[in-house]
């Protein structure tokens, strides 16, 4: 069993090489490949001895190192004319992935140092949301000024005049011509005269307050309708005047 | 006490990471002590927060000790954690005010005037309390009615809903000849 | 500093409630002040906790400054929490190396120097939020590339990634026959 646990520990290939490597305190430059070929097929042997799963990986490199050795075994061509070939190792290529490997596994062992070092040392756990929370009562209109509340409605209402050359085509009631006609029948309706003020609803869009007021002055410009304040700043009181510029 | 170095810094260690108060007895407990010893650290260690220069405390609190922060420092704290709440989006602005000065307002109404769907915004407005439903508009569907909070008229200091400037006022600046000129040529 | 004690104190409850260490910038932000005489505060709080009897200490750690308790009392602390952080893989570290060293870079690179499939460690990393998005690399497939995050700093305890050793010290480190033997014997 002990020997299962450790099979479970390479990660990969190059690190079963490298174990193989520093069991045998081999010489990185220079493996004895064709030992170290047996060790890592007696290995992968194991592996499937004890059921475990031999990843493609591993065969790969099984694949690899068996080229590595049959290339080693092949008699050098004495051709110095090869120039290329000659003093080509075929296990450099793996020596150089070994020894990237080896760097990354070397910082990784560092950072495990670092790590238990860092796991001794506790910070507070805080609840973010719980400290927020003891500011929970803060005020969503902070900042915001009533003239701010007030611009806000003008530019929506400008926007909605904006609008308007669209809305025109569709609310023909508010033209001035309408708006005389029932401003007249409102008064003519009321004999003792009426606000100001009351002639326009509350609901009463920008524009309708536009023509409502262009409306009343038509009206008296034309002499139909009497505006009457008794003092500055005071209501204003509308009455209807008759043809004849009487009070009807 | 010959050893209280030692396990006052222990004792500190552990009230850091306390999610909650420790008790005298949990903490005798861990610290392998006496009840006794660990009051005695513990006034040790709230006499080393009273120092001045120190932004702790150690608080009881639910049958156990804990340490906080410094309530003189609550505004920095604040500080801290601000940025998380937003300031009103124009969107929720424009429609809080719609709703100020007409309410009693349906949602439809309000969509009416600003020419957008507003359900996420109206959400949004009373969530942060500064809206209410104030009731149910006769008529079909029985659609609530929108309405500011008291939360609103505190934050602008009003007494009531009158006190709200007269938007005619608006109005009447808009019908100022040289406004109205501008805007005739914008058309 | 005539102002120190009492910013002392805000700068100690600021570091207490962070949940993230906080960068001298922010702290003088917060605190008004410059940084250098966020630097000196720093200080003098580091002095603080350095006198004995005390549990904590001012930890300099991925770009900024954290209140941590101090290793010696770990044991305690364990005793009052069973400890929540699980420590890492060695599949999990390798990879993490490389990262580190190699950012930003893809899966299928980390996989040419491991030698093996990494597609389950690096989610692994992704969920514990030790590894980012960075980017997607140009190029077929437009992969995408990894770095690693500011909690990677923080769980190793790293001021920054310059603080990580050169790995070609370790290269030197390999050719040298002893430091081979004694990594052998260490098995």
Partial sequence: MGYKIKLDIFEGPFDLLFHLIEKN????????????????????????????????????????????????????????DAEEEEGVDPREELVERLLEYKKYKQVAGYLERREKEAAKVYPREINVEEVAAAFADDNPLEGVELTDLLDALVQVMARVKEKEPFARITREEITIRDKVVQIQQELNRRKNGMLFSELFSKQASRVEIVVTFLALLELMRLGKVLARQSRNFGDIYLYALDADGGEA | MLFSEELLGAMECLLFVAHEP???????????????????????????????????????VAGGYQVCTRPEFAAYVEKLYKPQTQALSRAALETLAIIAYKQPITRAEVEQIRGVKVDGVINTLMEKGLLEEVGRKEGPGRPILYGTSNKFLQHFGLKSLDELPDPEDFVAEAGDAETAVEEGESR
Avoid: H, N
């Avoid at chain 2, 002590?33 to 220069?53: C, H, I, N, R, T």
């Fill in chain 1, 25 to 80: 305190e081999i010489d990185i430059y220079d493996i004895p490949i064709a030992e170290i070929t047996r060790q890592y097929l007696d290995y992968l042997y194991a592996m499937e001895q004890l059921d475990l799963e031999i990843t493609s990986e591993f065969l790969v490199m099984a694949a690899t190192l068996l080229s590595i050795k049959a290339k080693m075994l092949l008699p050098r061509q004495p051709q110095e």
């Fill in chain 2, 22 to 60: 420790l008790s005298v007895k949990r903490l005798a407990e861990i610290l392998e002590l006496k009840e006794a010893e660990v009051e005695e650290l513990l006034d040790m260690l709230s006499g080393e927060y009273e120092k001045s220069g120190r932004g702790i405390q150690l608080v009881e």
